[in-house]
């Protein structure tokens, strides 16, 4: 292993606290759900819904930490004959993502202890999919780290970064700046913590951490991730944040585009923020990523951000507009289909909650049947015809224009996906056996 490539603090801290914190053991009644690295939605974002997983797909987690990402997608491809590579410059993280895998008896896997910037002398191949998450914003140089990834990325590859925002982590930015001049720099990593924990436990109630301490309450609470989430959140040697133009920037520092943010869609969109008719023309004619960038301004609080790299001229989302698309439910709502079309009657109005808030549908007979057809595998051009068979005087037009709305409704909550008809994704995980993140 090369060790000149990254900071020794930052290695000595995921020595000391492994981030996240996981009990190997739980891996016999929990899998840990990935928004991100779901094959359906990265299908949907990346790959018009049409990718076939099963022809030797290969994947790098880059900075594995503990193996949650690194979990879910052998998981996912340990039938399908894909290839997950994990590396990390921990030695104690990689010990905790081996058992876990080892408990879970998969297989899948090829473990590495190295530093992100040794990939291009690693030799691993090249990968269709990467995934970093919460990683580059700790390097010495983003760039750098984003051109180690795309060095072994496939030419049709995408990869799946987490960076820090830069708005929803002001206070977190305030108390790190306090905490490195109140706690001793030179002390084992336990005292750092408990100096910090006694402060943080003390703040006066006008301290910008202590009025967002609710925000941040499962990362620092000792029921929650504990000294390690502690440590990673307030004291890391080096953190970064990042905006949507500082997010555009990097993608193009790698000759890359933003395909899609993943998580937290809505946030993203200024027509889901502001009323209808709020948004001046001219602001609504910009370019999308300065809309996207006057979105972040507008909420003010995306603490991180998702999103997938690749080249756009080959990468595309799926569409309404190929009658081979099926409808998939994701998230709560997977698998019960049939049961929401029964209880959607014509003016009755049903709630979900999503993870961007609440959804409201009311019934009518189109969307009725609609709901009945979400299930992975009958196409677009076959609901269409169903609905047109049996809903006196509707058409083709009027079915589309319904759906739209559906679909952009229950798509920016994360609960519908569009995936080609005998693609893989149709046989969906039983997400009944997932915890979420």
Known sequence: MTTGNFLEAVKAQYEALPYPPRDPALETRRLIHKIGDNLIILNHYCFGGSRDFSRGFRVLVAGGGTG???????????????????????????????ERARIRGIENIRWFQASIMDIPALELGSFDYINCTGV?????????????????????????LMLYGKYGRRSVYDMQSLLRQYVAPDGPISEQVAQARRLVDVLPPTNSFARDREKWSREIAIDGF????LYDLLLHSQDRCFSVPDLYGLAASASLD?????????????????????????????????????AELLIGDIASHEFYLGFREIHRPASLDD????????????????????????????????????????????????????????????????IIKAVPGVT????????????????????????????????VPDFTQMQPF
Not at 91 to 96: G, N, R, T, Y
Not at 136 to 160: F, N, Q, R, Y
Not at 266 to 287: F, K, S
Not at 396 to 405: K, P, Q, Y
């Open 68 to 98: 949650d990402s690194t979990i879910y997608l052998a998981e996912q491809l340990r039938q399908l004959g894909g290839e997950v590579v994990y590396l990390d410059l921990s030695e104690a993280s990689l010990a905790i993502a081996r």
């Open 226 to 229: 504990g000294d390690a989430g």
């Open 136 to 160: 580059l914003h700790h390097l010495a140089s983003t760039e750098a780290g984003l051109g180690a990834l795309k060095s072994v990325l496939k030419p049709d590859g995408v990869i799946l």
């Open 323 to 386: 009658d081979d698309n099926t409808l998939v439910m994701l998230g709560k709502m997977h698998g019960h289909h049939a049961e929401i079309a029964a209880g959607l009657q014509p003016g009755r109005t049903i709630t979900f909650e999503g993870r961007s808030g609440r959804l409201t549908i009311t019934g009518t007979p189109v969307n009725r049947l609609l709901f009945a057809h979400m299930d992975g595998r009958t196409p677009l051009s076959t609901i269409y015809n169903t």
């Open 258 to 294: 933003i395909l899609a943010f993943v998580d937290h869609v809505l946030a993203y969109d200024l027509t889901n923020l502001l009323p209808a008719g709020a948004i001046p023309p001219h602001v609504l004619q910009m370019e999308l990523s300065r809309r996207q960038a006057l």
């Open 396 to 427: 083709r037009a009027g079915i589309e224009a319904e759906l739209s709305a559906l679909y952009g409704k229950m798509h920016a909550h994360g609960h519908l996906f569009l995936l080609r008809q005998g693609s893989y994704g149709t046989k």
